[in-house]
């Protein structure tokens, strides 16, 4: 097990668009206990392979109260299911400290294959709804102040940019 290193909003690998995984072995697997231990460690409720700076289309959440049911995501797809939006405030390991209300398609079906390589479904809404659409999008390179307005934006990069120096 180990502890990976969570890239921050500007860093450009966060823009890098994720690769599907052809072959789920060992290494897979690894890389998603890793990532599970750094996101329950940071703590988070979700995670993204580019978050940590791979470029594979892999993502692990717990939505429980209790912390003890990890779900892995393996190339997931998302369908959004009627036509209702949902805005929740939310926040990223890879912007730090800032919590915005974005809106959402509020159901989504979600397609993935689990570490064997089984495909499974799921339909979902509220949180496990919006945290899949949020990881996905950081799969696709985009993170949730891109739905903010530009000066929301670029205050936040202002902030974190700054915290960036004041750590060298
Ligand atoms: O820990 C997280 N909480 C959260 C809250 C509301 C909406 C999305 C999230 S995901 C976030 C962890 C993270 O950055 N995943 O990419
Ligand atoms: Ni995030």
Known sequence: MALLNI????????????????EIDDSIRQLAEDMLETM???????LAAT???VQK???????????????IFINPEI??????????????LSVPGFFE??????HVIIRALDKEGKPFEIEDQELLAVCIQHEIDHLDGKLFVDYLSPLKR?????????QERLQL
């Open 7 to 22: 890239l921050r909003f500007p860093d450009p690998r966060l823009r890098k668009i994720a690769q599907p995984i052809d």
């Open 40 to 46: 329950y460690a940071a703590p988070g409720i979700g």
């Open 51 to 53: 978050q940590v700076n």
């Open 57 to 71: 289309r892999l993502v692990v959440m717990d939505i429980s109260e209790e912390k003890d049911q990890p779900l």
């Open 79 to 92: 369908q959004p299911i009627g036509d209702e939006i949902e805005e929740m405030e939310e926040g990223c």
């Open 101 to 106: 209300l974005v809106k959402r398609p509020a």
């Open 154 to 162: 670029q205050r936040i990069r202002k902030k974190l940019e700054k």
